[in-house]
């Protein structure tokens, strides 16, 4: 079975410009979510679908992040205009449906943003 | 805001010990998972404690939960270098399945 698929996997740019990184879950799986991690930390959510409904978004910055997940499968998250403080590793989960209250996440490998 | 938090920071063991690390949350939770991250294999989900639950094993992996201290515990057995890794708790809580991760504890095992 493939895992959560991300891309790209690294991405330098210089402030102010706009980034996009791409997610593919797990087939089947119909719960996404996108991750921030800064180094030494744990992983932090940004926002969290259903199907193609972001059904949990209160942590992220809508002034320069964007989220979509248009037919329920892919996603996509965008920032813009970046700030050097947006360097972190950008993580996608996915996890299947019908787990009720027992969710254990399927990771993909990341996005390292760097941010000069 | 992270809700658990691991302990120690950083654990240094050679091959063939024990490693224990240890989680500390504040509200009442669904949930406790444990997930490994190395550079290799990402973020990978190890193991699952329901808060009804007092105990539980998974190879060479035995986890923990006291509800009342609010606090768990994972022991990783007979260590390996492979199990060089971060270890991250994650607890979920109220009904909108969300996690919540810890800053992490580094193991390093020593061949």
Request: net charge neutral; hydrophobic share 30%.
């Amino acid at each position: 079975e493939a895992g959560v698929v991300q891309s790209p996997r690294y991405k330098i740019i210089e402030k102010k410009q706009p980034v996009a990184f791409w997610c593919n879950p797990i087939s089947g799986h119909n719960t996404l979510y996108w991750y921030l991690q800064n180094l030494g930390q744990g992983p932090e959510l940004l926002i969290r679908y259903e199907n193609e409904e972001a059904v949990d978004d209160s942590q992220l910055p809508k002034d320069r992040f964007s989220a979509e997940r248009l037919k329920g499968v892919d996603s996509t998250l965008k920032i813009q205009p970046a700030e050097l403080g947006d360097s972190a590793v950008y993580l996608c989960a996915s996890s299947p449906p019908g787990q009720g209250r027992f969710n254990e996440q399927f990771f993909g490998p990341g996005t390292r943003l760097t941010v000069l | 805001s992270q809700q658990g938090e691991e302990d120690p920071q950083a654990l240094s063991i050679q091959e063939g010990e024990n490693a224990t690390m240890n989680c500390s949350y504040k509200t009442s939770i669904n949930n406790l998972q444990w997930y490994r991250q190395n550079s290799g294999r990402g973020l990978v989900h190890l193991i699952l404690i329901r808060s009804n639950e007092r105990e539980k094993h998974s190879g060479r992996l035995r986890v923990t939960l006291d509800t009342s201290k609010k606090s768990s515990s994972l022991l990783i057995t007979a260590s390996r270098a492979a199990d060089t890794a971060s270890y991250f708790c994650a607890t979920e809580e109220g009904s909108n399945y969300k996690l919540t991760f810890g800053k992490g504890t580094l193991l390093t095992v020593n061949p």
